[in-house]
């Protein structure tokens, strides 16, 4: 068996390329936490499960002398002889990784419907491939003996990944593409692995593609729970929308808690706070508070300190996104269509007066901006209306620390939080109106160069890393 013939200082060799490799397992660690239980599928000798952060490492592989060394060089993890096409492990895994041996599979289909019995809800499958178009420079690489032989594999592109994944109900969310020069010559490989190979175009010449992927099968079982949910309403001098809120909001799941968090307001809105809490309190349960510090991303952190729910929402007081649309909001995440629900409103026709058009100018290009930025699309990233998980927000809260408190407004937060915790974000369109009350607390010009500033930043922590 040929992985059996180069077990036996095959760590050796892989140090010549010790610079590509190290890539692949900082790719995967982006996503990965100390807490995670982490399945390495073909983990050959174990050197990138050992590069891996995790609280428990498995590696499963058929070839019996690659298991031997993997033991032998790492007896801290566990190492079993399996075949994928029949894992025999009774427990499951936060991370199932497939690190290039996707195109070794004789039916990759078994492989995933093998992973079926190993897989919690949340568990993400991480892929990393080589792309079909360097065959040509590893075949001159093994003619000149730069490196050995290999068997030949299945030539599978993204969309053939993509399709065998839904074939066997998993569904790809994200996809990226890393490395141009898979070898270091100093200043030039940086320059071109760090930023020309995230640009349109070059990143399609990458050597290293990555596909991350979901399981889906656990929705068709059709045990939907009911969950309980809390709906944070930031405000700012919008007292006339107060009550509103509350009278237009249906009735949902299995409980609504509703937290108004009022902050530096120069009309009677906390006024009027308390007053709809004492009028509505044997009907609804409302909590209040006032931010301690200033814009709307204080404001809702405050309330998610305060809330209760299972799910956590979003509605802005000033009631351009209806109340009457947040049950979709709740249907789309507790059907599992997504994990993170971001509104938007870039897609119906909008009454005359909702968006100005410089404010509309500047939603879509934020629209192109983040698309690239999150490998996922988004058309709306402003959209107040937001909805997760508390158990996600809460390790997105932990996880804050990788970006900072940067965010007054608390949307790029959310998402580059979302996108960092590795959730899967829908757009939830949704049906835009015209102020009744009041007057947006948004500057076009202002804020707009605040929104670049932060994607600037962000971009360093998630694009050229």
């Not at 049906?431 to 948004?442: A, Q």
Request: charged share 25%; aromatic share 16%.
């Amino acid at each position: 068996m040929y992985f059996d013939s180069i077990a036996q200082g095959y760590l050796k060799y892989q140090g010549k390329f010790k610079y590509y490799y190290n890539d692949i397992s900082k790719y995967f660690n982006f996503y990965l936490n100390k807490d995670n239980s982490i399945l390495e599928i073909g983990c050959g000798n174990g050197a990138l499960l050992s590069r891996l952060k995790g609280d428990t490492k498995v590696g499963i592989d058929f070839s019996e002398k690659m298991i031997s060394e993997a033991k032998t060089l790492f007896p801290e993890l566990e190492f079993y002889i399996q075949d994928a096409e029949d894992i025999q492990l009774n427990r499951k895994f936060d991370v199932i990784i497939l690190s290039g041996v996707i195109g070794y599979f004789d039916n990759l289909t078994e492989v995933f419907e093998s992973i079926k019995n190993i897989c919690f809800p949340h568990t993400r499958i991480l892929i990393s491939y080589y792309n079909f178009l360097w065959e040509p420079f590893l075949k001159l690489g093994e003619f000149l003996r730069l490196k050995k032989k290999s068997p030949k594999q299945s030539w599978l592109t993204k969309k053939d990944i993509e399709n065998i994944l839904y074939l066997s109900d998993f569904e790809s969310f994200r996809a990226t593409n890393r490395f141009l020069l898979p070898i270091n010559i100093p200043v030039l490989s940086y320059l071109f692995n760090r930023y020309i190979a995230r640009l349109p175009l070059f990143n399609s010449l990458c050597v290293s593609r990555f596909i991350n992927a979901r399981p889906i099968f656990h929705q068709k079982e059709n045990r939907r729970e009911e969950y309980s949910t809390t709906i944070v309403i930031p405000a700012r001098n919008e007292s006339g929308n107060i009550e509103d809120a509350i009278k237009r909001l249906p009735k949902f799941g299995k409980h609504i808690e509703i937290i108004y968090v009022e902050g530096n307001s120069t009309d009677d809105t906390w006024d009027t706070i308390q007053k709809v809490q004492e009028k509505y309190k044997d009907t609804h349960d409302i909590k209040i508070a006032q931010q301690d510090g200033k814009g709307k991303g204080d404001a809702v952190r405050k309330g998610y300190s305060m809330a209760t729910g299972d799910i956590l929402m979003i509605l802005d007081a000033d009631l351009t996104v209806p109340p009457e649309d947040i049950p979709k909001f709740y249907e789309a995440i507790t059907s599992g269509k997504g994990e993170f629900i971001n509104g938007s409103r870039l897609v119906y026709p909008m009454e005359k007066e909702a968006m100005r058009f410089f404010n509309t100018v500047g939603n879509k290009f934020f629209s192109w901006l983040f698309s690239w930025l999150l490998e996922q699309p988004i058309k709306d990233t402003l959209c107040g209306t937001k909805v997760m998980f508390r158990d996600d927000y809460i390790r997105l809260q932990a996880n804050r620390k990788f970006f900072g408190e940067f965010d007054p407004f608390g949307d790029y937060d959310l998402l580059f939080g979302a996108y960092k915790l590795n959730l899967k974000i829908i757009d939830l369109p949704i049906r835009y109106r015209e102020r009744t009350y009041g007057d947006t607390n948004i500057s076009r010009f202002r804020h707009g160069f605040l929104l670049l500033r932060m994607c600037w930043y962000a971009a360093g922590k998630i694009k050229f890393w």
